[in-house]
């Protein structure tokens, strides 16, 4: 979900435009991300039949699971792409309802689901007014005891690249002030809008995300980290075709995921807080 500025809304528009969501997770540290995400919520959330609002829900990669999994499932995502996916994937034909809608303003009642995911709105809302408006809706929507599950890209998500990625001098000159800026800053802005960089986005320090949780009133915070130091693989597709090595990297990360020295070198992060 973007700030509410015409530019900022073109940006990240044309950004998922291009149409990469729907199978950045199969490859790569994308699939790494995705095998840990659905780890954690296979812990986190309520055991299914329960009802889970998916808020950014992209492609439905994760929506899908659930509904796999016996969960009912309402979707909803700011981008018209995404939410032509979502309709037209059978796949996703038991969803509940498919929604084109903002984070800060859901179109679901007070209380009436058990749990809500919002694994991409808070990266968008640069705003932390925003990201408060978000959170707030969530737990709105979310019933007394309900979870709510909130993902985050850390500030050293791209900094980490520069030990695991070589890129040429042109590259470099152009992407070295936008992964210092964000690391300073917590701010994300691709200038040119070159494709293979990110569009606009906040990156969070792991206490930053605790804290927007536990301010938007939620008890229990805890922040997971989702890749973990697998960030620093260089060639994150031939550890995971390695079936030993595979389980051990994911043996590692479950070990470490909530480790305060390390969270910060994720390149994503899930905060689960408990409504109250």
Wanted: charged share 25%.
């Amino acid at each position: 979900m973007p700030d509410a500025t015409p530019d900022a809304l073109t940006q990240i528009a044309a950004y998922y435009a291009q149409d990469r969501e729907h199978d950045r997770l199969t490859r790569g540290l994308g699939l790494i991300e995705f095998m840990r995400t659905l780890e954690l919520l296979s812990r986190l959330l309520p055991p299914a039949p329960a009802t889970v609002l998916d808020v950014g829900a992209g492609a439905g990669v994760y929506a899908r699971e659930l509904l796999r999994a016996g969960y009912a499932v309402h979707a909803l995502d700011a981008m018209p792409g995404h939410v032509k996916r979502l309709r037209a994937d059978p796949a996703l034909a038991g969803l509940s309802s498919v929604t084109l809608g903002d984070a800060r303003t859901l179109p679901y009642p007070d209380a009436g689901a058990d749990a809500a995911l919002l694994l991409g709105p808070l990266y968008h809302l640069t705003d932390p007014r925003d990201r408060a408006r978000a959170l707030a809706e969530a737990a709105r929507a979310v019933r007394p005891g309900g979870v709510v599950l909130a993902a985050a890209i850390t500030r050293a998500a791209d900094i980490a690249w520069d030990f695991t990625k070589e890129g040429d001098a042109l590259d470099e000159a152009y992407a070295r002030p936008i992964r210092e800026h964000t690391y300073r800053t917590g701010r994300h802005h691709n200038p040119e809008h070159r494709r293979g960089h990110f569009t606009d986005a906040y990156y969070h320090h792991p206490h930053e995300l605790a804290g927007e949780l536990t301010g938007a009133g939620f008890r229990d915070v805890s922040v997971y980290a989702v890749e973990g130091p697998a960030a620093l693989l260089r060639d994150p597709d031939a550890a995971m075709r390695d079936p030993a090595r595979r389980e051990g990297i994911l043996r590692a990360l479950r070990l470490t995921e909530r480790d305060p020295a390390l969270l910060g070198i994720s390149p994503h992060l899930l905060a689960a807080g408990v409504r109250a």
